[in-house]
């Protein structure tokens, strides 16, 4: 009984940034503020980039691929957009997590802010270019940069759970 | 250097090729998957857009349950507030209604006379149109797109190209139909330009969404002698949407004409959608 509560608690932390991924996708709750556009963040960046960079067991490339299909579905732009700008933020944290010896979370921090760069910029060109789709730029900047200001308050709170699904697993 | 130089093919080739312990596709294989799924975008072919529709249809019912929870506490709130305006409101709704009874016999007698002249030049009612009144299922915000999904498609006789009102008002067109869900593209978003009319003056112009709340007015006649405060209403130019429905007023900001919207696309709950087609139209 102690056995199958320890693994149910465990695998009910460990699923907790996957719920938060597709939580976000499907629901019409993200951090999009029609009143105060200024203050709006992509959380979605945050957790594909913290979990991709701390655990990449947790957060599947298969489920952030899934996750961008879905998103691009409920905001209506072409399939397949936010599959790719999702998975390019993720090679960006996967080829971070390959290279640095000793992480932190100002290392991290600093690392976000190409990564941001480059996923907002694939976004824009793949949509203008491609599809001929009207984007807000200055909102688009705006939204990246609240996201990378955001990144280490949230950062520290993913490090609570991040430490409680180590903890739990190590129990 | 060499050393280094290697470090970073290696790390790039494991980030992309590579597969974690828990992994079954490595990141490489799925954006090209996104890649491909993106050039079926272009392919227009029936067994492609039934699949699509499916799977939008499936993907927006699953939306709208998991927005129940925050939807839920969103309308608390909203209730609360209500409330707490319900006084204030009154007094405002009582001096409306005495402006209202004024205006009504003044419409009565204005629409007497207007039956009396149609009679006399023979003109068809332009303004009879049916309309389909439709649920929106999820309000996704986006900072970029401006879009709502609707609870009805294919099967309330939908199509693309067909306009919503929200009351009386003008909101946006009909994008994309699926079976049972359909995608209104709002006025305000940047990818919508809607011909209209601006009275008392008779101009005609093509109005932009900016993103924002507000829409900014194109292709105005020169000289023009625009005032803020005119009425802004489709024009019926296109031959898609019925001329004279209201969509807001001019206001004057910074040089910049823009239309300040009678309808507050963040607070969409039921629409109309004119399932009728313009008379002239084909």
Not at chain 2, 67 to 96: D, M
Not at chain 2, 269 to 280: A, E, H, L
Request: positive net charge; charged residues 20%.
């Amino acid at each position: 009984m102690f056995l199958f509560r320890k693994k149910f608690a465990r695998r009910f932390f460990s699923l907790i940034p996957l719920f938060i991924l597709f939580y976000l996708v499907c629901s019409e709750t993200d951090f999009n503020f029609e009143k105060l556009s200024f203050l709006s963040f992509n959380l979605i960046y945050i957790v594909i980039f913290y979990w991709v960079l701390k655990n990449p067991d947790i957060l599947g490339y298969g489920f952030i691929f899934l996750a961008g299909i879905v998103n691009d579905v409920i905001i209506g732009l072409p399939i397949g957009v936010s599959s790719i700008t999702y998975l390019v933020l993720a090679g960006f944290a996967a080829y971070v997590r390959y290279l640095t010896v000793a992480p932190s979370l100002i290392y991290d921090w600093i690392v976000f802010v190409p990564s941001i760069a480059v996923t907002n910029s694939v976004y824009f060109y793949i949509l203008r270019i491609f599809f001929d789709i009207e984007v807000n730029y200055i909102a688009l900047a705006l939204n990246a940069s609240i996201t990378i200001l955001l990144y280490p308050i949230i950062g520290i709170l993913f490090n609570f759970l991040s430490k409680i699904i180590i903890v739990r697993k190590n129990v | 250097m060499v050393t280094s130089r290697d470090d970073f093919s290696i790390a790039i080739r494991s980030a992309f090729l590579k597969k974690g312990i828990k992994q079954k596709f490595s990141l490489l294989a799925l954006i090209i998957t996104s890649i491909i799924l993106l050039s079926l975008e272009a392919i227009n072919s029936k067994s492609l857009n039934f699949v699509r529709s499916a799977v939008k249809d499936v993907v927006y019912r699953t939306s709208f349950v998991a927005s129940v929870p925050s939807n839920s506490i969103t309308s608390v709130f909203t209730k609360v507030q209500n409330y707490f305006e319900v006084y204030e409101q009154y007094e405002i709704a009582k001096s409306k209604l005495q402006q209202l009874e004024n205006q009504k016999n003044q419409i009565n007698y204005l629409k007497v006379e207007n039956d009396k002249l149609k009679k006399v030049i023979d003109d068809t009612d332009v303004y009879n149109y049916e309309s389909v009144t439709t649920k929106v299922l999820v309000d996704k915000k986006s900072p970029f797109l401006k879009s709502v999904i609707l609870n009805k498609g294919f099967n309330s006789g939908f199509k693309k190209g067909m306009p919503v009102l929200d009351g009386p008002y003008f909101v946006g067109r009909i994008t994309e139909v699926n079976y049972l869900s359909s995608r209104t593209l709002l006025i305000s978003d940047l990818n919508s330009k809607i011909p209209v009319l601006i009275e008392p003056m008779g101009y005609r112009a093509i109005m932009t969404g900016n993103g924002e709340k507000l829409a900014l007015l194109e292709f105005l006649p020169k000289n023009h002698q625009l005032e803020a405060g005119s009425l802004v209403y489709t024009s019926g130019t296109d031959g898609i949407f019925f001329p004279g429905i209201p969509i807001g007023r001019v206001e004057l900001t910074e040089k910049k004409f823009y239309i300040k919207f009678f309808s507050d696309l963040s607070q969409l709950y039921f629409v109309n959608v004119i399932t009728s087609k313009p008379i002239g139209s084909e």
